[in-house]
């Protein structure tokens, strides 16, 4: 409970795609604090390496050098299973694509990451209900994603990365394929429930009107992270 601890530490993190006559250095050097409870929007254009920079973060993806620390803890470090572990019980995603099991319905998406942390079924659907009742989804539990619309599919999503109270949730464009007004609704829901429990967000966005809702702005630039001054850039 050091509060001087960052939550989330980049120190020169590398990341290269290997082709068979090229290679793309996406990230060059990533170097980024973030602390309890702290919002973070990443911009940058389409290419720089946004997608890849998170799924490295969040340990989906290996970084080629640099360290990755959770509240001090060695990502990089750590062998597969204890990093799967770390993430599990510390860390949710909501991808681009929202990338819910086409055969589960909303609720049962939702329950997996608690069942996967060894939650009894009951207790996991019951939380998982309590929480997509706070996301508007109470009268759509037994729909399958493919029997819901786009906004309700991510507002899936945000649940089902929120419900076993991870420090903090990482997003990758999670209100890129909604309209205005349900962009603007599912970015307030996700600070509401971030301020309610304390949850740090790290936001991949290029909605400029979202960036109010953030603490600080970065831009990925070049494979490597800079500030934004606040309102400008
Ligand atoms: N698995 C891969 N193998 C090879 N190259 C890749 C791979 N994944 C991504 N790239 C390349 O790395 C670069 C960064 O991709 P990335 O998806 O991280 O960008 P992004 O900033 O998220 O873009 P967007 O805003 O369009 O989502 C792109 O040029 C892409 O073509
Ligand atoms: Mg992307």
Redesign the pocket.
Known sequence: MNDRVPLLTSKNVVKR?Q?ADTA?D?LKGVDLELMAGERVAIV??????????L?VLAGLDEADAGEILMAGESMTGADNETRTALRGSSMGFVY?QHHLMPEFSALENVALPLRLNGLARKDAEQRSSALLSKVGLEARLGHLPSELSGGERQRVAVARALVHQPKLVMA??PTGNLDDASAQELMALMVELSDAHGVALLV?T?DRSMLGYFDRVLA?SEGQLTTMPPGGG
């Open positions: 795609y082709m793309i996406v940058g254009r389409s290419g720089s390496g946004k997608s890849s920079l799924h681009q990758d464009e991949v290029h990925l």
